[in-house]
């Protein structure tokens, strides 16, 4: 798909998982047909310069952005404290 025929909700969402330090590029080819370069193309066109800049530095070189780098087996993060909230009985109240 290219990035000329994403619809507002699709651009918005490709920025989200863009600034979301485990979803991999991959991930975004697989859902929006978008390669890493058409990303940052889109990224660019965008978002506010500054913007553009302070995500170029936070990804470039982080492993997780890249699936074949990452050291993460499985795509969920589940956080330490989970268990102990899944057990929560306030939790589980309706």
């Keep these: 798909m ?15 998982m863009a600034w979301e330090d485990r979803t991999p590029f991959e991930a975004i080819l697989a859902q929006f047909g978008l390669p890493e370069s058409e990303v940052i193309k889109l990224m660019r ?6 913007s553009w800049r302070m995500w170029r530095a936070r990804v470039q070189g982080r492993a997780t952005k890249h699936q074949a780098k990452s050291a993460v087996d ?10 102990p909230i899944t057990f929560n009985k306030i939790a589980k109240r309706s």
């Design 2 to 16: 290219s990035d000329q025929a994403l619809t507002e909700q699709q651009i918005d969402r490709i920025i989200e």
């Design 45 to 50: 066109r965008e978002m506010k310069p500054s």
């Design 74 to 83: 499985d795509a969920r993060f589940k956080s330490t404290a989970q268990r």
